[in-house]
């Protein structure tokens, strides 16, 4: 959970100072994956 976090900072970075539009996707692209790791996850304890 702590790697979502850090990501979602990091693309919120990266919005804010006008980073290009392929750096901004890549991020966005990465906080996805982890998301759907972490469902999962959560979907096999359950």
């Known amino acids: 959970m702590k ?3 850090k990501i979602r900072s990091r693309l919120n ?3 804010a ?3 290009s539009k392929t ?3 890549n991020i966005s692209r ?3 994956d982890l998301i ?3 469902m999962k996850v ?3 304890k359950a």
């Open 17 to 19: 100072s006008g980073c």
């Open 36 to 38: 759907v790791q972490q």
């Open 23 to 25: 750096t901004i996707l």
């Open 42 to 44: 959560q979907n096999k």
């Open 30 to 32: 990465r906080l996805d």
């Open 13 to 15: 970075r990266a919005i």
């Open 3 to 5: 790697n979502i976090e």
